[in-house]
């Protein structure tokens, strides 16, 4: 399943192989919305294809 948010500030993906310029960073501590605790290990783009066209969201 995917989900698509085009509101969202932040953009997030378990999928590193789909992310292109990546590149590690010192882990960042974050707080979903269900107030899971996950952290955020890297940065790079990502093209993510929606019905309606293509968008590319940057730093992932």
Same mark, same amino acid.
């Given at each position: 399943?995917?989900?698509?948010?085009?509101?969202?500030?932040?953009?997030?993906?378990?999928?590193?192989?789909?992310?292109?310029?990546?590149?590690?960073?010192?882990?960042? &501590? +974050?707080?979903?919305? !269900?107030?899971?605790?996950? =952290?955020?290990? &890297? +940065?790079?783009?990502? !093209?993510?294809?929606?019905? =309606?066209?293509?968008?590319?969201?940057?730093?992932?």
């Amino acid at each position: 399943i995917e989900i698509y948010d085009s509101g969202a500030s932040v953009h997030m993906t378990p999928l590193r192989h789909r992310l292109t310029n990546y590149r590690a960073i010192k882990p960042r &501590g +974050i707080i979903a919305a !269900n107030n899971q605790r996950l =952290n955020a290990v &890297g +940065i790079g783009d990502m !093209n993510v294809e929606v019905p =309606n066209g293509a968008n590319r969201f940057t730093k992932v």
